[in-house]
């Protein structure tokens, strides 16, 4: 802070604050972290300034109606200053501001230089506003009234202000602050939810969850964060609780009429209550496994939400943070399966180039599911998406801005093939195609002349019964049968299978995770049973060797290895510490096999081997994305975007494997979008590799949302 500074550290309400200076030949600077909630209203005075000798104050920094912070002259040392009688005078004055938005709910550093000629505003240690004004210090009334000067939040203007303040600092000389900002910023907590596991979404966002009696309820995944002001995870060690309310009203859950805890957390099969088992931080993150006990139907039909917090950082706002309102079902109960019937569109067969990829595209969470689909409506959410795709172009639309999709691409119609990356379809099978006009779905299970039924007296060794069953089957469950087929099945009745799901279900990418489904046990058991002999967990720093050497010989790519950053990700995605399960295993190997087969294909494995430019950097999360694309003032360019392999697409979700582009819109907003690959999946059953199109980086060019590849920022712990 400096020998002449004064300050505060810690977190303090922003009503509380107030700090005296003595103010040095007419200058001085202060910073701080400011933190606003949403109940926040505007025009809001944030701070005002006040001297010893005049009984009237008048505003410093104010967030007008339009959410733009304005730093104003100071009394008694600018001619232009506000007018202490009239508390809307400030309107009226010159001073210093910006043009974006002050976010709430988000810590802002906000950093202000005053001298004699001008005032200066720095947001996030850039210069975003500077104004030159006229000094009283020479004048008759100047440098003898200007002595003490405090700083305070005081009210007054008839607006309520609900925030914090961190770390704020007031030097009397002007003084470098451009990089006060770097020194201890504050912290958040958030939900990953790109790690959520065994969690549907509903139409209305609200998550549905299997809970109940212990027979029936299920275990679902989900991380917490403590991460800077920047996005980057805190290594803390602290614990974190979660809690079960209700969402209308905050109160806690009541025990079940058993009296068992509505929220349990499992650890190694033993269930406890949550209240009991506090999830201890690891490099930042908290994982938890919960169970819900109670149910909505036995609660009035209320919905519940999840509460995580650390109490020994301290009771604040952005030190908890809460899931989506969740409805918790039985595992019995189907919602809403038979109106998928009716509401089925004739455009859900179109498909983007770029693929709308919604949850991606919602700002605030990535895909929901981490390799999960919608357990009890698993097709629900790729026919609400399909009801909005009417475009071939990348431009984004907001209203296809929607919760995470069981499959984000879908079986091209005839008028598509000159758009975009239509080139690739030479490449598909015919035998695909036939569905572009078959029902979908739903529709199917109500009638009579579905894909299957048509087929007339043809047989194969896999039944219809177990089509249909793996169509309207979850992630988990499709897993199970998949495991079971590949050990018995021949090529030959894969094949098939992956052609039928794909005909009955309308999505092609469903048979291209059937497709690869024998190689993909088959070495990731031998994997297995090569780092573990007696099927023990082992020592993850040993694991990863063997896993690096297997996934470059799958991927093709003998001179990249893979870097610390992306191990870390691999061990993030595989849920372990520092001992691998078997468990973790195959759940890091169901996400790494998919993608290191897209990289062995000849259209993809270029641009990863690329080294300059870096077109794929490694495996990287949604955050990382796109605090790659932030600047402190705002977004890159628009055009500006990041590949990278969405972290919640396991084997055998249909777009697993699959490559995104997140790229800076031109209404300067992040967007998300999943490419279309079925071209690379072409010929995978004869084992060609060759696809005869352009390459990747000259189609992403040719975008007209897209112009030059962003660099990214890692993550380091």
Not at 85 to 95: D, F, L, T, Y
Not at 652 to 681: C, E, I, Q, W
Not at 693 to 710: F, Y
């Amino acid at each position: 802070m400096g020998t002449d500074a004064v300050g505060s550290d810690g977190y303090s309400l922003l009503k509380d604050f107030r700090l005296e200076i003595e103010v040095k030949e007419g200058t001085f600077s202060l910073c701080f972290w400011g933190y606003l909630t949403s109940s926040t209203t505007f025009p809001v005075t944030i701070i005002q300034q006040v001297y010893s000798d005049i009984s009237e104050s008048a505003p410093f920094l104010v967030i007008n109606d339009n959410k733009r912070i304005n730093m104003l002259p100071v009394l008694l040392l600018h001619e232009e200053a506000p007018d202490t009688g009239n508390i809307n005078s400030w309107a009226e004055v010159p001073r210093a501001t910006v043009d974006f938005e002050f976010p709430l709910e988000k810590w802002v550093h906000v950093g202000c230089e005053v001298c004699p000629d001008h005032i200066q505003l720095q947001i996030n240690g850039d210069i975003v506003g500077e104004k030159s004004l006229c000094s009283l210090l020479n004048k008759e009334s100047g440098s003898r009234d200007l002595k003490k000067l405090t700083l305070a939040n005081v009210g007054g203007d008839g607006n309520s202000v609900q925030g914090y303040v961190h770390n704020f600092e007031i030097f009397p000389i002007v003084s470098s602050i451009k990089d006060r900002h770097l020194k201890d910023p504050p912290l958040k907590l958030s939900i990953d939810e790109s790690s959520a596991s065994e969690i549907e979404e509903e139409s209305d966002g609200v998550w549905g969850i299997v809970g109940g009696k212990a027979s029936c309820r299920r275990n679902f995944s989900l991380d917490v964060v403590l991460s800077d002001a920047f996005g980057q995870p805190v290594n803390e060690e602290n614990e974190v609780f979660a809690s079960l309310l209700y969402a209308d009203t905050g109160t806690p859950v009541e025990n079940t009429t058993d009296n068992e805890a509505p929220l349990l957390a499992s650890y190694d099969g033993i269930e406890f209550s949550s209240c009991e088992r506090p999830s201890k931080l690891l490099l930042g993150r908290a994982s938890f496994k919960l169970k819900i006990s109670q149910l909505s139907s036995k609660c009035d039909n209320r919905l519940f939400l999840i509460r995580f917090c650390v109490p020994k950082l301290g009771n604040y706002p952005f030190l908890e943070t809460y899931s989506h309102p969740i409805r918790c079902i039985s595992r019995s109960r189907n919602t809403r399966l038979s109106t998928l019937v009716w509401k089925r569109s004739t455009s859900a067969l179109n498909c983007l180039s770029l693929s709308q990829s919604s949850a991606m595209d919602d700002g605030s969470s990535e895909l929901q599911h981490s390799g999960h689909e919608a357990q009890a409506n698993p097709l629900m959410k790729r026919f609400r998406l399909g009801q909005d795709k009417i475009s071939v172009s990348v431009k984004a639309n907001p209203t296809l801005e929607q919760p995470d999709e069981e499959c984000n691409s879908h079986v091209r119609t005839a008028n598509q093939v000159e758009n975009g990356f239509s080139t690739s379809l030479d490449e598909r099978p015919a035998n695909i195609n036939e569905a572009d006009d078959s029902p979908s779905d739903s529709e199917s299970i109500g009638e009579g002349n579905s894909p299957l039924n048509s087929m007339g007296s043809r047989r194969y060794p896999i039944s219809d019964m177990i089509i249909f069953k793996y169509c309207l089957a979850s992630l988990a469950e499709r897993s199970l049968m998949l495991k079971e087929i590949a050990t018995s099945a021949s090529d030959k009745e894969i094949s098939e299978l992956a052609h039928h799901v794909s005909l009955y279900s309308g999505c092609a990418h469903h048979g291209n995770q059937i497709l690869m489904a024998k190689r993909l046990i088959e070495d990731g058991t031998n994997l297995w049973k090569v780092m573990s002999p007696n099927n023990h967990h082992i020592p993850w720093d040993s694991a990863v060797y063997e896993i690096e050497e297997q996934f470059m010989k799958i991927a093709s790519c003998g001179s990249r290895s893979l870097s610390p950053q992306d191990l870390d990700l691999l061990r993030r995605i595989s849920g372990c510490q520092e001992y691998l399960t078997q468990e973790n295993f195959e759940k890091l190997w169901c996400w790494l096999y998919p993608v290191a087969f897209i990289i062995s294909r000849d259209w993809i494995n270029p641009i990863w081997n690329s080294t300059y430019p870096k077109w794929i950097e490694g495996f990287i999360t949604k955050e990382e994305a796109e605090a790659s694309l932030q600047g402190p003032t705002g977004f890159q360019e628009p055009g500006t975007f990041i590949l990278r392999f969405p972290t919640s697409r396991s084997w055998p979700h249909p777009d697993a494997g699959s490559l995104v582009v997140t790229y800076v819109g031109n209404d300067y907003k992040l967007h998300h979008r999943l490419l279309f690959m079925d071209h690379v999946y072409g010929s995978y059953s004869s084992g060609d590799k060759r696809v005869d199109v352009k390459p990747l980086q000259d189609m992403l060019l040719a975008e007209p949302e897209l112009s030059r590849l962003g660099r990214i920022i890692r993550s380091h712990y």
